[in-house]
Each structure stands twice: as C-alpha cells, then as structure tokens.
C-alpha cells in the first residue's frame, strides 16, 4: 500500500501448492505474522505465514486443522495478540486459539457450536471480527441473515453472547446475506456488508449500554453506487 494516497502495488503472488493455501478466504496480518483462512476440497485450515516487516513478503511456515473448522472462513487476532479466533462454516462453529505472541503457534482450540433455535451468528458463520478495544466480538451469519454480539474477557479470550441483530428488523429489509463486518478506525462504529440486499448498514454502540446493544446509525443502498453482489 502506497502512502498517503493509499493505492496498492504488488509485491508478488503466492502459487497455492501448500496446504492451507488453496481456497483462500479470510485474513489477518500482525506484526511478523500472517493468518489465511483457507477452504477446499480436504483442506480446511488456518495456514501460518512468517511476513517480511519492511518487504512484506511471506514464508509458510505451518497449518493448523481440526473440529470446528470445516469450511472455515475467516479470522481475527486479539488486539494484545494472545487470542486468535476462526469461523467454521461448515461446521456452524467458532473455534478460539491460544496464540504465542513470539513464534504464532496456535494451541488449546475451544470450539462454540450453533444452538438451534438462538440467533448466535453461528448458523452459517462468514466472518469474525474484534472491537479496537478487544471487549467486543462480532460474527455474521450468513445462513440467519444476523450480526451476533459477544462480550469478550481481554484477560482469557472467553465470550458471552449478548444479542443479535436480525434482518428485518430496526434495520428493515437490509442485511439480507450479510457476510462482512468491519470496525472503524477510532472504534465507534461498526459496518456490515449484506450483499443479498445490496447494502451497507452501519452501527454505533448504545452510550453507557451495559449490554453494549447495536443502533442503527445509517444505510446505503448500494445499487445506486453500483455495488453489485459478488
């Protein structure tokens, strides 16, 4: 990335001859590592990277597989960089990892399955994503059409579900497939991607709220912009 314009250059491209590097879908940078969430055909893992700091270029260095990760879609890191969490589409699944913040070995998975009937984020989960301050967690579910809520310990990684936002809701008709979230830069709100309705809702956090509860702050319809589904 070039700054400040902020357009890309590349710098090269990984041929997929590894495990955990074919199907490549979600990912995560931090410091002097590099996190792919990959998906095929027997190959469902979380792949490690070593990342060159000033190059950015990437070495692989190991794959990590296991329950909850069938069809796993995306990951996001903890802010201290001790936890690492994984979506398991296949297996309606959020699988956490102790992660060593020296070498980025991935231990101790506890995996949160789907309940039937809650709306958890779970059914179908496309993709995971963590508040700046790391108290928060978000996950999308693709199958429910809903944004799950979890209030997260900074000290051992462990979640409680909160709520969830559901399409049809306060947001009307507008989160159809959502499947994409992603948290601004100063923390204060958060936007989702629902390609089934052509849109992008975003969301700020309730002042003072002790369930730390979504409001709707704004929508675009983005077949105006010419966003199209993908």
């Known amino acids: ?15 997929a001859l590894l495990i955990g590097m074919i199907g490549l879908l979600g990912t995560v940078a931090i410091q002097q590592t590099m996190f792919r969430a990959t998906k095929n055909s027997g190959d469902d ?28 879609t995306d990951v996001a890191i903890s802010p201290d960089g001790n936890f690492l969490y994984a979506t398991g589409f296949d297996d309606d699944a959020l699988v956490r990892f102790t992660r060593n913040p020296t070498t980025g070995a991935l231990t101790n998975p506890s995996v949160t399955s789907h309940t039937a009937g809650i709306e958890d984020g779970l059914d179908g989960p496309r993709s995971v994503e963590i ?5 928060r967690l978000f996950v999308t579910g693709d199958v429910g059409s809903v944004i799950a809520l979890y209030r997260r310990d900074p000290d051992n990684g462990v979640l409680k579900r909160i709520q969830a936002e559901v399409d049809g809701a306060r947001t009307g008709d507008a989160l159809a497939g959502v499947r994409a979230t992603a948290v601004s830069r100063d923390g204060r709100h958060l936007y989702a991607a629902a390609p089934i309705d052509n849109a992008v809702v975003a969301f700020v956090p309730e002042p003072e709220a002790t369930l730390l509860a979504f409001v709707a702050l704004s929508l675009i319809v983005a077949v105006a912009i010419g966003l199209d589904p993908v």
């Open 45 to 72: 893992a979380i792949a490690m990277f070593s990342r060159d700091q000033f190059l950015g270029t990437l070495l692989f260095q190991s794959a990590v597989t296991g329950a909850g990760l069938d069809g796993v």
């Open 131 to 135: 508040s700046r301050d790391g108290r």
């Open 1 to 15: 990335r070039r700054a400040p314009q902020g357009g890309f250059t590349l710098l090269e491209v990984l041929i």
